[in-house]
């Protein structure tokens, strides 16, 4: 499969003081996420950060830029070559504070008021649910930690709104061959990431960014969503987000940053929500017509739509004039997908894609094990009804949706470590894809094929001469002269001789 990546903001609190600032607490979370890691772990490297440049061809400038699309701390442009020539530590700003590049590969670091998990390049759905996974365990072990080392403790939640009208995202990152017009991938693409959230929503109570209606809804970033196509990722925030920063060889590969997703605390839709993506990729880039009867006449509308339809049955309008439910788009985008399932994990995805879609199709409670919206929706329906009122003749009416219990239920729900989600995990009520000793030998383990193995690698073995390390580039200090940038283009390559001999201890 593809080359594919997890982000996660976390929402965080500190139970006891709701006032407390959200950036110290998240800077301080970093903080003992590195105390946790003894010393493996370094600082990131921005060399290859360039958030302005556009798929469609431009560059937005920067003095329009709002600040949160400024990703780059630093103006640094890496020259062409394998190793090149970079200025030591604290000859420019240095917010080693803010982040941590951790020996399993993954960054976790303050992204704006949030801590932020961004996990290792993967190259199997099963592995991206698996250190996405390890992530959470990451975080955890970090707030055990802040509550020794700090006045106070933190809570963390694996959600994407807070209930005030703010959201923050969980993100996916797709390889994608740079020959694919922009503009066909998003075309053709669109349809599949409107309609996936029916198996990869984490459900919400409220509709509306506010909640200003009474309800329940698939997913917690449908009314988030207000453009087709967009260079934002907080403000108009597009369902096909067009940033163009590949981290990798740019006359190769293009990187797709898809940002509509939820953050899901069961595994499937994890597994489903990357895989299914995936293959639709595959499918783009083989050019397959099959895909333009699909195309959505309103996807921001749609997007809506499909997300309040509990039912399944409501009909999108096409392009073509004619209509399907999401169901049917799914079925079709499926049926397409099987002709580029090429290894074993493909096929594990396209077993459980179609075997999640049957459910759904026939009762979607029966798909509460594996869709996350249902399971929440189920768990819901009976506080409902256990707090429903009875009236003179005996007739009961299920707890309103607006009611306060039912808010802080789903909020609840995503609490890391002791939430609603984990408990059902806990008493084996829902699918899991991967094992806790797996899970546990990732926190501190990089994937084997990808170069994320030499990232975390390094940082494990020689944290002593990594100065910095990003996607793209490891910053090493040898010979406490010159820094030397090693640069780590192509992100399946798993090795590099410089840093295998470093990480062999030679």
């Not at 580029?340 to 979607?364: C, F, K, N, Q, T």
Request: aromatic share 6%; hydrophobic share 40%.
């Amino acid at each position: 499969m593809r080359v594919v990546g997890i982000e996660t903001e976390y929402g965080i609190a500190d139970p006891d003081r709701p006032q407390a600032n959200p950036i110290l607490m998240s800077s301080r979370l970093v903080e003992a996420c590195r105390g946790c890691a003894n010393g493996h772990t370094t600082r990131w490297d921005y060399g290859g950060e360039d958030p302005l440049q556009d798929q469609r061809g431009e560059r937005r400038d920067r003095a329009t830029a709002s600040a949160d699309m400024l990703t780059d701390a630093h103006e640094y442009r890496p020259e062409d070559g394998a190793v090149t020539l970079r200025r030591r530590r604290g000859s420019w700003e240095d917010p080693a504070h803010l982040n941590a590049v951790l020996s399993n590969g993954a960054r976790f670091y303050v992204d704006h008021a949030h801590p932020e998990y961004s996990g290792p390049e993967v190259r199997s759905a099963r592995d991206a649910v698996l250190w996405d996974a390890a992530g959470d365990r990451i975080a955890l072990a970090a707030a055990a930690r802040y509550a020794e080392d700090e006045d106070g403790r933190v809570e963390l939640y694996k959600n994407n709104v807070d209930g005030k009208g703010s959201s923050y995202g969980t993100h996916e990152n797709f390889l994608v061959d740079r020959a694919v017009d922009f503009s066909a991938l998003a075309s053709r693409l669109t349809a599949h990431l409107v309609t996936r959230q029916i198996f990869t929503g984490a459900g919400r109570v409220g509709l509306g960014q506010r909640s200003q209606e009474a309800g329940f809804q698939i997913s917690q970033r449908a009314d988030y969503m207000e453009a087709e196509l967009g260079l934002e990722t907080t403000l108009r925030r597009p369902i096909v987000n067009t940033r163009d920063e590949p981290h990798a060889t740019r006359a190769q590969w293009r990187r797709l940053h898809v940002i509509i997703g939820d953050a899901n605390c069961l595994q499937v839709p994890v597994f489903l929500k990357v895989g299914t993506t995936a293959l639709v990729l595959s499918a783009i880039e083989a050019d397959d017509e099959r895909l333009d009867a699909l195309v959505l006449a309103d996807p921001v509308a749609a997007v809506g739509q499909v997300s309040r339809d509990l039912t399944l049955r409501s009909g999108l309008p096409l392009a073509s004039g004619e209509s399907a439910t999401a169901l049917e788009i799914q079925r079709a985008l499926l049926e397409i997908c099987r002709s580029y399932a090429g290894d074993a994990d493909d096929a594990l995805v396209i077993a459980r894609w179609e075997a999640v879609l049957e459910a759904l199709s026939r009762d979607p409670m029966e798909a509460a094990a594996d869709v996350e919206w249902v399971a929440k929706l189920r768990l819901l329906g009976r506080l409902r009804d256990k707090h429903a009122t009875v009236d003179s003749d005996g007739v009961a009416t299920p707890l309103a949706w607006d009611a306060p219990l039912l808010s802080a239920i789903d909020v609840q729900w995503s609490r890391l470590g002791d939430g609603w989600a984990a408990k059902l995990a806990a008493a084996g009520q829902v699918s899991v894809v991967v094992d806790t000793h797996e899970v546990e030998r990732a926190v501190t383990h990089a994937p084997a094929d990808t170069r994320a193995r030499l990232r975390g690698g390094v940082v494990a073995a020689r944290p002593d001469v990594v100065d910095a390390a990003g996607w793209s580039s490891v910053v090493l200090d040898l010979d406490g002269d010159h820094l030397e940038v090693v640069h780590l283009d192509d992100p399946h390559r798993a090795s590099h001789p410089v840093l295998d001999r470093l990480i062999r201890g030679a």
